[in-house]
């Protein structure tokens, strides 16, 4: 990333919410249910699967986080009255983890079991470094008594090769991914280069203990080395997906699609779009240009 776009970066939150969410429309389909199933609906006839991830975290009350297990049972409606190729994916600090784990646990649950009952799957998205231990222990606990769960695992985590070796047995389910959220040095991996290699061989552990990859990226340095490493293994089609954001790099989602590997696209909707936008906006290479176009033409 150049220079100036580094200086933006850090002063990201100066910018606008306006001009924000103008810039990150690209990463969001929109504010309401309607809008994900429409984008889902368009992603299905271009031969990408999808899964739909109500926005929203950080929750502090209860009934924020119990309205948000509600739009999920509409999610699986709508999935299921629409016939979309879609699952979920969840955030736990937006079901609760930070008012109490076991209200969060049981949140989780509802959508896990509204989930089963509809013959799908839920993902639990991955957040920063206070959210790791719980959450992989809600996830532990769900996929033992539903199975129709997964989770996600971090590159740049240095314990990621650890929290490989205490994946449950049978039927595990993972994505990952490099990491979003800013870590401090004594637990994750900072080198570009480096998070990639373990990214390697986190994946390459994950295949060989016979686990589910979801294989999330837009380098193409690692699609690449994922499409090697299943060709390795002799993985079927259907033990492993790829997955990317709204948003990114349609192209390369053409390619893998086109080379005949499942890939599923993030789609991200609801009203609470601000955190993730930036997010976002953080991880595009081009983000100044984009601001700065979207600031002069003044739309
Ligand atoms: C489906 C999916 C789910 C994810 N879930 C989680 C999660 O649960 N927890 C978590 O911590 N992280 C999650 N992430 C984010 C992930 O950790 C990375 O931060 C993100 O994918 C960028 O890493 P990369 O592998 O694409 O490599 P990068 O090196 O960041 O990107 C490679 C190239 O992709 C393009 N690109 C990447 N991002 C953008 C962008 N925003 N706009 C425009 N171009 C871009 C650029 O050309 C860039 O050079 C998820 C990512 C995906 C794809």
Not at 47 to 67: C, P, Q, W, Y
Not at 202 to 215: D, H, N, S, T
Not at 222 to 233: E, I, M, Q, T, Y
Not at 277 to 293: C, D, F, Q, T, Y
Request: hydrophobic share 40%; charged share 30%.
């Amino acid at each position: 990333m150049s220079v100036f776009n580094r200086m933006l970066v850090t002063t990201m939150p100066l910018v606008p919410k306006a001009i924000v969410g103008r810039v990150a429309s690209r990463y969001v389909a929109g504010e309401t249910l309607d809008d994900a199933v429409r984008t889902v609906r368009t992603l299905n006839s271009q031969g990408a699967m999808a899964t739909i991830d109500v926005l929203g975290e950080e929750v502090h009350e209860r009934e924020k986080a119990v309205a948000a297990v509600e739009e999920y049972i509409r999610v699986f409606q709508a999935i299921s009255a629409q016939q979309l190729d879609s699952n979920v994916s969840i955030k736990p600090t937006l079901l609760g983890l930070k008012i109490d784990e076991g209200f969060c646990r049981d949140c989780i649950e509802r959508v896990v079991a509204t989930a089963k009952e509809h013959g799908n799957f839920v993902r639990i998205d991955m957040e920063d470094n206070t959210t790791t231990d719980a959450t992989l222990r809600i996830y532990r606990d769900l996929h033992e008594r539903y199975g129709n769960v997964g989770v996600v695992l971090q590159a740049y985590m240095r314990r990621t090769l650890r929290d490989i070796d205490e994946l449950p047995e049978h039927g595990a389910s993972v994505r990952i991914c490099k990491g979003i959220y800013v870590e401090p040095r004594e637990i994750a991996w900072k080198g570009y280069e480096t998070v990639r290699a373990n990214y390697v061989e986190a994946l390459e552990k994950l295949i060989v203990r016979g686990v589910y990859p979801a294989i999330a990226t837009h380098d193409e340095y690692l699609a690449c080395r994922g499409v090697a490493l299943v060709d390795k293994h002799g993985l079927a089609r259907d033990r492993y997906e790829f997955q990317m954001l709204l948003g990114v790099d349609d192209e390369l989602r053409r390619v893998l699609i086109a080379g005949g590997h499942r890939l599923r696209v993030y789609v991200p909707y609801g009203r609470d779009w601000y955190p993730y936008s930036m997010r976002r906006l953080r991880e595009n290479p081009e983000v100044a240009r984009h601001v700065l176009r979207a600031m002069l033409s003044g739309r």
